[in-house]
Structure formats: C-alpha cells, structure tokens
C-alpha cells in the first residue's frame, strides 16, 4: 500500500533540473504512471498509460512517466510517449522507495500537499480506474476509460524493487 513521499525527495526530468517533490508540486497535483523499462509487465502498458495520462494534459494536474531507469534508459523504452508526457528518471527508485511501492506498474496521485491520493498497483483495470475517477473529480475533469479496448488483461506486475 503506497505511503506518502518525503517532501525532500527529489525528482529528475529528462529534460529540466531536479527538484524535490515540494517543488514538483507547488503549482499542480501531480499524477504519474511508475513503470520499469526491463520488464515485460511495464512494456504492455505504455500505450494505455500514455493514453491515461493524455486525458488529464489540460487539467490542473502535472502528467508524468517515472521510469526506474536512466534517462537514456527511459528515451529508448517510452520511445515517442517521452515527447508527448513528461517524464522522470528513476534509476534508483527513490520514488518508488519514497511511496512504499511493491509492483510495477503503478499509478499514483500526490496532491500539492504531498499526500498521496490514490495509487494502484501492478495492472488492475478497476483499481487505476478508481485513481483517475478520484483524480477527476478533484479536477473537475472527465474520467477516463478504464479499461479501453486494446488495453491488456489484469496482471498483478512485478517486484516493484527489481
């Protein structure tokens, strides 16, 4: 079960400077989709994650990809998704240290006080739909579909610490 993260943890985008989650969030809630470029759990869910967070671009949320990987790491396994949904690196896996995360992959809500708001672990269609329903209505936004068609089969993922 996901945790909140420490306030002082510190998240680096491929593009940009690091900043510590405070920072991430003085603006905007942050909403993020945890994947592991070297498995196949995370690879089967690049397109309907991507197509998740999409939904939200024009909410008052930021949209990300973590990726417990490097930044080239991260490029090479998001492909074109790295120039369309903004995305960390991870190589260490603070952040999923940070929340206490168990398998990947994993959708998370922090709000702008650093609360963790919802999160969903591994690929359970019911459960990611019961974070971004949350998420939507903090933003007064439309919900996503959950599952979609083309969207894989539940699967519980895998070690979220490698």
Known sequence: MATDAPADLVLTPLTG?????????????????????????SAWLIDSAGRLLETFTGADVRVAFVVTGTAAEAR????????????????DRTLVKGLGLEHLPAFVHIGQDGTTNGAAEG?????????????????SWSRPNIPAPGDPAPYGGSPALG
């Open 17 to 41: 400077e690091a900043r510590t989650l405070t920072e991430q969030l003085t603006t905007f809630h942050l909403a993020a989709v945890v994947l592991d470029p070297f498995t196949n759990e």
């Open 76 to 91: 090479e396994f998001l492909g074109p998704w790295v120039d369309k949904i903004f995305t960390f690196a991870d190589p």
């Open 123 to 139: 690929w359970d269609p019911a459960e990611w739909r019961d974070v971004a329903e949350h998420l939507a209505k903090i933003m």
